[in-house]
């Protein structure tokens, strides 16, 4: 961690805890800041509250007070969750405070550089890769950010000989002022989190922050498939590094139907790649320039797509059972992320699928449901599904309770040679706490079978 002093004697309001906010309020005392966090929850029901209490960190818990701001902060750094219509993160843009997350923080105590990525899809499959990759080629990285380690915990303990990879979400992007990855990374924009953000357009503005601090010195690798893409990447000032997926190209990296082009050179076969799907290509040229940006070997890059078999919960390959495939595809939250599922096989489907129903449309699945052959819907939107699916031209079709008991209706639907593939298209919340919960559950099932 560098000798960082501009925080020193500052009051600093920490806004919500979680693992961010207390790593953020523990670097923050570190630095010499007055700090004061403030939290929802109880502090009878707050271990964190109360351990940063012990260090001599206030804490209001349980409320949060509508003076608060009177209390003269000077900088807030708030929970990536928390919406900017909060009152009181509203409140402190009216006066004029600082309003950062705990990736601005990293990055202004970190002696490493970062590797940030983001993007709407495929942002944690890149992030593992390139993470793996470069461990292979003993570049001493460390992984963080919405992957699920606390970046300034990781900043903290880094050094002058790391590289930090980094996943990013738009939330965590927002509140960034001068976070500036040497190697960023945009997957890809589509519609998503308009709720918090409330247009496509405040979204994508936000995921450009990745890139928007960077200088000539820096390199971008974007996706030059999506127009949209395109035109945020000609406002960046870094080298610009494209990529495709729709054939070979001379510039940046590329790939057809049989290998993958760094600056116009085949580099790497295509059936020496373990992952499948195109939207898991785009992941993988993603990383693959990243790590050549990096000055990682060749070599090493190869060693690690010949194995790697994708995030758990995201395409993840489970098991061969009686000559089927399993896959955990729990992540497919949405319909986008279930067609790019779907498109990565051409042999027969047994689809796993339902959750949480928030009135959205199965129709963006429909070219990709063709390889289908049977559908096992749960959850609130289990019959929607199923109607969708039989308007699909699907023969089979079952209503399961849930997951335990779609892997049974599965099994028994399926034949020697086909897949077997959760991607569910809708959160889990109306049965399962998080997608991680429901992909463990099918794990779990789907090791079961004798």
Not at 156 to 178: C, D, P, W, Y
């Amino acid at each position: 961690m560098i000798e960082y002093t501009a925080l020193q004697h500052r009051k600093v309001l920490v806004l919500g805890l979680a693992k961010s906010g207390m790593a953020a309020a523990e670097l923050l005392h570190e630095l010499g800041a007055f700090v004061t966090v403030n939290d929802a929850k109880s502090f009878d029901a707050n271990p964190e509250a109360q351990q940063l209490l012990t260090k001599g960190i206030t804490v209001i818990c349980g409320r949060h007070p509508e003076d608060l701001l009177d209390e003269g902060f000077e900088l807030i750094v708030k929970n990536p969750g928390i919406p900017y219509s909060n009152p009181i993160i509203a409140d402190a843009l009216r006066r004029g405070l600082p309003v950062i997350t705990e990736m601005e923080l990293a990055y202004l105590v970190s002696e490493a550089p970062f590797i940030g990525i983001t993007g709407t899809n495929g942002k944690t499959t890149t992030t593992t890769i390139i993470f793996e990759m470069l461990e292979k080629g003993a570049k001493q990285p460390l992984i963080a950010g919405n992957i699920g380690t606390v970046a300034c915990g990781v900043a903290k303990e880094a050094t002058a000989e790391n590289v930090i990879v980094t996943e990013l979400s738009s939330f965590q992007l927002m509140g960034t002022r001068e976070f500036k990855p040497h190697i960023a990374i945009l997957t890809n924009l589509y519609d998503a989190h308009l709720d918090y953000h409330g247009t496509f357009e405040e979204y994508a503005e936000a995921k450009f922050g990745v890139t928007r601090n960077q200088t000539e010195e820096d390199f971008f690798i974007f996706n030059n498939d999506q127009e949209v893409v395109r035109q945020y990447a000609a406002k960046s000032k870094a080298q610009k590094v494209p990529f495709t997926t729709n054939g070979y190209a001379k510039e940046g990296i590329s790939a057809d139907d049989d290998a993958i082009y760094w600056q116009g050179e085949r580099i790497i076969e295509r059936a020496n790649i373990a992952l499948p799907g195109k939207h898991n290509l785009e992941n993988i040229c993603c990383a693959v320039a990243a790590c050549l940006l990096h000055g990682c070997e060749l070599e090493a890059i190869k060693a690690v797509l010949a194995k790697f078999g994708g995030v758990r919960h995201r395409m993840q390959f489970v098991r061969d059972w009686k000559g089927r495939k399993i896959y955990n595809d729990s992540k497919a939250t949405n319909c986008l992320a279930a067609k790019s599922a779907l498109e990565a096989f051409t042999k027969p489907i047994i689809l796993l699928a339902g959750g949480l129903d928030r009135g959205h449309s199965f129709e963006e699945m429909r070219e990709a449901m063709q390889n289908v052959k049977a559908v096992v819907a749960f959850g609130e939107t289990g019959q929607r599904f199923i109607e969708f699916a039989k308007s699909c031209g699907v023969t089979q079709t079952v209503a399961a309770t849930n997951v335990e008991d779609a892997v049974v209706y599965a099994a028994d639907l399926s034949a020697e040679g086909d897949v077997i593939l959760l991607s569910p298209a809708c959160a889990s919340w109306d049965q399962y706490e998080s997608f991680e919960i429901r992909g463990d559950v099918y794990i779990d099932c789907v090791m079961k079978l004798s």
